[in-house]
């Protein structure tokens, strides 16, 4: 069975300053690894996954994470955070290529002080 | 090109009641998956549908049914509403299993 942790239900981070959400994942297979966002009232956007290429994984918005197997984390950042970041960020894992059946954390929710 | 839309934005229920969600998906998908998001937590997988076939179930109860029809758009179906199931609930779609979920506004339920 697969799973995921995000350490943190809420950041505060002030504007400019280094992002940094937490996602570690358990799964029996090498997992594929996504982050989506969702603004309030609004569907999940897929920010970034990790399909087996390159750890270091680049999105949009200026968001990267990295894959590191032997901690099992997938960490989002943003060297510089913009006031439009603030939302809610979900990571999930699958065991599919194409996020077949997502398994979402319970999500960080992002605040960036003015 | 338009996205995945649902329908309807909102919903209120009675315990007992059974409900239909809506979701058209992405023109040229042909993959629908549904999630159920409870409040303060992450999306749940449900089910997914695939060229009109159920192609997997999460943990959810028979009494959560759903439709894929010929142009792909999809109906969630609840028997028996109990208050535990008031959540947002998300359709996303792809074209087929293998490449990436496009998800829509969400409905959301409320159990009273």
């Known amino acids: 069975a697969q799973s995921v942790t995000q350490l943190g239900s809420h950041v505060s981070v002030s504007e400019g300053a280094l992002v940094l959400l937490r996602c570690n994942y358990s799964?029996?297979?090498?997992?594929?690894l996504f982050w989506y966002v969702q603004y309030p009232n609004q569907g999940l956007q897929l920010l970034l996954k990790?399909?087996?290429?390159?750890?270091l994984v680049k999105g949009i918005n200026g968001f990267e994470a990295e894959f590191k197997k032997s901690e099992t984390s997938f960490h989002l950042t943003k060297p510089s955070a913009h006031m439009s970041d603030a939302a809610e960020y979900f990571c999930?894992?699958?065991?599919?290529?194409?996020?077949?059946?997502?398994?979402f954390g319970k999500g960080t929710k992002l605040s960036v002080i003015p | 090109e338009t996205g995945v839309t649902q329908s309807p934005t909102h919903l209120i229920k009675t315990r007992g009641q059974q409900v239909t969600l809506r979701c058209s998906s992405q023109?040229?998908?042909?993959?629908v998956s549904w999630y159920q998001q409870a409040l303060g937590q992450g999306p749940q997988f449900i089910f997914q549908?695939?060229?009109?076939?159920?192609?997997g179930r999460g943990n959810f109860p028979p009494r959560f049914s759903g439709l894929q029809f010929p142009n792909y758009s999809s109906e969630l179906n609840v028997n028996a509403l109990e208050l535990d199931d008031s959540a947002l609930y998300l359709c996303?779609?792809?074209?087929?299993?293998?490449?990436?979920?496009?998800f829509g506004p969400g409905t959301r339920l409320t159990v009273t």
């Open positions: 999930a894992v699958s065991e599919e290529a194409g996020s077949y059946q997502l398994t």
């Open positions: 023109s040229g998908h042909n993959t």
């Open positions: 990790y399909t087996s290429a390159a750890t």
């Open positions: 996303a779609s792809s074209f087929g299993t293998l490449y990436e979920q496009y």
């Open positions: 799964s029996s297979v090498p997992p594929y």
């Open positions: 549908y695939y060229r009109e076939e159920e192609n």
